[in-house]
């Protein structure tokens, strides 16, 4: 069996081969962190964290690199508004964005860079870009020339005739004047008095968007990587933009897959601001919603395709992860019955059925389908052992049904327990409740600081908090 990938670049499945097995080089686009993370983002990162945990399950060495977009326009109006500082604004929603993460059962990245730590970098690259004819200054912006790109265009199937339509809504609309080509592409972008900036060859100022992933990719991994990973809505732009840049500047491909995920329409229109529509991570999980219904409910999509998100469809994904989950704890809670002894028990046959359907390009509908057939007679005896059935010869035989279970269930990342609402009384409560306090009383006075820096301390012990829309904050181990 091989892994087949969709490659957006060449519009077709393709057989995965890294370029240095059994090592496999990932990059995944991640956050400009002015907000809080919504549905989209919890469906991108756990269909990448699914083939991350796949191709660690296959026996591959995965390197899994995540950046954060620390510094944006965005970010800038977000603390003008707050009358807080961008430092503020974006340890703020990291912190936030790990806790979501975390709540999710997605694993850490090996590393995230930030592009105001990757500035050295991303100027060097756009000194080499100028060198070779292919930057231009102006007023103390930099710009790409996208006439200077070979086949610019490639990823996303457009030319230049076709991009107005698309061009990047992250470019000034003044800066048209001062452009070769109405479609070139911020590099460096000039600092107004009221913004802050770094020094930098063509004056103070910030990094563009797309430069920021071609410059950490490059610190990472050098020229060329295995996967780059995003969303669809990435595609155009900024992949394509990201391409143009670092294959100008190199001479060699950026990445030999790239993998993009479906858009999230809310009761079948597309989820948006402007809409009303809009539903962040940490509002699903204030409501209750458990974060592996969450993650099951996604993954019952293939994920190229459009994710639907309604109320009855995550009903009935609470409803397909209770079953799950007391089919993948009969083990634990009914060992001394079982006297289940034997860890290399397993179902071969059901892993090849796994392993044959994410090896489709990632078709977690059938995988999640191998897990609940799986399932089925362990959740039987669960209820017949809570009701006080006795253990019988044929119970003994489904040892290696629940451990495949177990098993296969995590490299979906469904694991039971994986984020609990905590029981009171343990011994550490009253300090973790003095923790919460502390921070609530920071959060009050608008020391965002020491708020996101109890967040993360507490994180690190394993305590996701959870602020709920009444104002109090309620914690989960993780």
Known sequence: ??????????????????????????????????????LGHARSYIVWDVLRRYLRWKGFAVRFIQNFTDIDDKIIQRAQAEGSTVEAVTERNIAGFFAEMDALNILRADNYPRATRCLGQIQSMITRLEAKGAAYSADGDVYFAVTKAHRYGKLSGRDLQQQQEGASGRLA??????????????????????????????????????????????????????IHLGGADLIFPHHENEIAQSETATGRPLANFWLHNGMVNVDATKMSKSLGNFTTI?????????????????????????????????????????????????????????????????????????????????????????????????????????????????????????????????????????????????????????????????RQNRDFATADRIRAQLLSQGITLVDRPDGATHWLRT
Not at 16 to 22: C, D, G, K, L, S
Request: negative net charge; contains cysteine.
């Open 1 to 38: 069996m091989v892994l087949r990938l969709h490659n957006t670049l060449t519009g077709r499945q393709e057989v995965f081969t890294p370029r240095q097995p059994p090592a496999v080089s990932i990059y995944c686009c991640g956050v400009t962190v002015y907000d809080a993370c919504h």
């Open 173 to 226: 609309v003044d800066d048209t004047d001062r452009k070769r080509h109405p479609f070139d592409f911020a590099l460096w972008k000039r600092s107004r008095p009221d913004e802050p900036g770094y020094p930098s060859p063509w004056g103070t100022g910030r990094p563009g968007w797309h430069i920021e992933c071609s410059a950490m990719v490059h610190e990472a991994f050098g020229d060329t990587i295995d």
């Open 282 to 442: 940490q509002a699903l999980l204030d409501e209750g919603i458990h974060p592996m219904a969450l993650r099951l409910f996604v993954l019952q999509a293939h994920y190229r395709k459009p994710l639907d998100f309604t109320r009855e469809a995550m009903a009935a994904a609470t409803s397909g992860w209770e079953g799950l989950e007391i089919a993948l704890q009969v083990g634990e809670r009914h060992d001394a019955q079982l006297g289940w002894s034997d860890p290399q028990q397993r179902c071969r046959d059901q892993h090849e059925a796994f392993a044959h359907t994410l090896d489709n390009d990632l078709n977690s509908s059938g995988a999640l389908a191998v897990l609940f057939t799986l399932a089925r007679p362990l959740r039987a005896l669960a209820h017949r052992l809570q009701r006080g059935g006795e253990v019988t010869a044929q119970d003994h035989g489904l040892e290696g049904t629940w451990r495949s279970l177990v098993e296969l269930a995590g490299v979906l990342g469904l694991e039971a327990g994986a984020a609990t609402e905590n029981a009171p009384g343990t011994e550490d409560d009253a300090t973790i409740a003095a923790a919460v306090e502390e921070r609530r009383v920071a």
